[in-house]
């Protein structure tokens, strides 16, 4: 499994020191339920056995390592993610994790292009902001022409 290393890593749910603190963003239903999640030093919602939200936690969680680029409708990777090698790797492989994640993903992302552009406008500027984000090598969007 891809991402079982993610319990143990917890990077993403982390802030280094002397970083600001990190305001995840919402989606307009997110923000309804948790109000604002911001991650200071470590997440609230983190625990032993990583994020205790599972399937509720926020769609910008469940998207990282991953980062959404909304006009040109790529996805983009956060370089010092421990995955990287291996996520790229297995998405020559349509059903490896890494491809059903993008796949996943990329559902989500299509229903809110229709319905909350605002959020992931927001989403990407805040992951500029703080990932190094690579492009993946493929994309499950054919380009706007």
Do not use: W
Not at 13 to 23: Q, R, S, T
């Amino acid at each position: 499994m891809l991402f079982e290393h993610c319990a143990q890593c917890q990077r993403c749910c982390h802030i280094e020191e002397d970083f600001p603190p990190l305001e995840v963003s919402l989606t307009k239903e997110e923000a309804q339920v948790y109000g604002s999640i911001c991650i200071e030093n470590h997440c609230k919602h983190l625990g032993d056995r990583g994020c205790d939200l599972g399937e509720a936690k926020p769609v910008s969680c469940k998207l990282y390592p991953l980062s959404f680029e909304p006009r040109s409708r790529t996805f983009q990777f956060d370089v010092e993610c421990p995955l990287k090698d291996r996520y790229f790797a297995q998405l020559s492989d349509p059903e490896s994790d890494a491809s059903l994640h993008l796949l996943s993903m990329s559902n989500i992302i299509k229903g809110l292009e229709k319905t909350d552009r605002e959020f992931l406008e927001k989403n990407y500027a805040i992951d500029v902001d703080y990932f190094e984000l690579e492009t993946l090598p493929v994309s499950p969007f054919k380009p706007k022409i």
